[in-house]
């Protein structure tokens, strides 16, 4: 630690080293480890200034795997724009790859209704649909009703005056 350094941080407090950024414009900043003016040790820390600095703004993926199991301290070093590169086009070929094995198996599944080996999947007869406006809504009758676990009493009506 170079003695300006020190005088800095002693002065001003924080005092963070660049590390690096990435392809969505984050920046990653390390604060070594240091001593505070009464002696005591603050360890060191790892942090990201986003892109984006808004919470609602976040969105997952918004930093990298690589720099994310960087700041958490699960890899001692900070990744490289090699390492990035590398392990994107990894990603998209697996993309790829997944995409092609379900194309292959869509195919191989309708081969299979075709010549009969495979019966079709079976219909579910719902009642009502979801978008109507009386579905999922309790229908009120005169007469208790009542299922394993759950006892509507009837409803009642006061009679017309005689």
Known sequence: MSRIAGL????????????????????YYKVPEQRTWAGRNVRAKRMVEAANPKEYQYMEGSIPTEWDAWIRGRRKDPPS??????????????KHKACEAEKRDLLLQSQAYAEGLVAAPAQTAVKG????????????????????????????MPGAKK
């Open 8 to 27: 800095l941080r002693r002065t001003f407090g924080i005092v963070r080293e660049h590390v690096g950024s990435d392809h969505l414009g984050n920046q």
């Open 129 to 156: 649909h979801a978008s109507a406006t009386s579905f999922g809504k309790t229908v009120v009758s005169e007469e208790p009703t009542s299922d394993a676990n759950t006892f509507q009493p009837g409803s009642w």
């Open 81 to 94: 724009i090699e390492e990035l590169l590398k392990n994107e086009r990894y990603r998209e070929q697996v």
